[in-house]
């Protein structure tokens, strides 16, 4: 496949997870899924996973993207546990201000 494939990123909220549809011929399948788990105010993002004849489309990045957006608009700060979302976070400051950075040193959440 060239170029970028016409992708709808769509929110899971019963399965807490994002999941990419890509438009084919036959109707749409998911080409990549971002899982989360929302403990307080903090989004847990602990795996992103694009299917092998999906991948390097950019496909990935849309569903961080979409997450962060989210996550911003809710007032949510994201724990990216994921090794993908560390590096894209990594790669686009702009973000910064979703990324969490953790308790203050002695404390723990929930408590």
Known sequence: MTGQ???DIVQDLAGSRYEAHVRTGHGAAVAGVLRYVD???VRVV????????HRHQGIASA????ML????EQGVQVDPRCWYVVEWLDQHPEYADVRWQGPP????MGR
């Open 63 to 66: 569903l961080v993207r979409r």
């Open 39 to 41: 403990q307080e105010h």
């Open 69 to 72: 957006d989210d996550a911003r």
């Open 5 to 7: 494939p016409d992708v």
């Open 105 to 108: 040193s002695g404390t723990t």
């Open 46 to 53: 602990p795996s992103t996973v694009v299917m092998p004849a």
